[in-house]
């Protein structure tokens, strides 16, 4: 769905809900517009069915405690373990595979060109930190800019 909104998901459950949404939608499924098309796409895929407020209230932290159905659904249509969710003590590793998987998404759809990650990889470390702080301030001031 277009290009990477933030480079890992945040902690809540809405940040991880809108996080997979922008950055992990299946390619075989048409992009959504809105919440409708969203419960649509994943009850679909997955045979359960999942409302559109449902998906409103995850997006918006106006449900914390949905049910593991909903969960296992979301799971499963976006290609992520159960485990993404937060309740088995291993977000960060898996956070860190989904941005992975992101950019590589990325990279295939021709948003991001192999030969710059190939030349980030050949750089020293010296300059490495240096291009690693351009990318953080820039992500910084792009988040900063949408939040105004």
């Not at 409302?51 to 995850?58: G, R």
């Not at 373990?81 to 998404?105: C, M, N, V």
């Amino acid at each position: 769905m277009g290009t990477v909104q933030e480079t890992s998901p945040g902690a809540s459950l809405a940040e991880r809900v809108e996080w997979l949404i922008r950055n992990l939608w299946p390619a075989d499924a048409e992009p959504p517009r809105n919440n409708v098309e969203t419960a649509g796409a994943i009850a679909r895929a997955t045979g359960e069915d999942i409302s559109s407020t449902t998906v409103w209230k995850l997006r918006t932290g106006r449900q914390e405690n949905p049910q593991l159905k909903t969960l296992t659904a979301l799971a499963t249509f976006f290609g992520v373990p159960i485990g993404y969710f937060g309740f088995a003590g291993e977000a960060r590793p898996i956070d860190d595979d989904l941005t992975l998987q992101a950019l590589r998404r990325e990279v295939e759809q021709g948003l991001i060109r192999p030969e710059v990650l190939r030349a980030l990889v050949d750089l020293s470390p010296e300059a490495r930190w240096i291009v690693d702080e351009m990318i953080l301030g820039a992500a910084a001031a792009d988040r900063n800019r949408r939040v105004i």
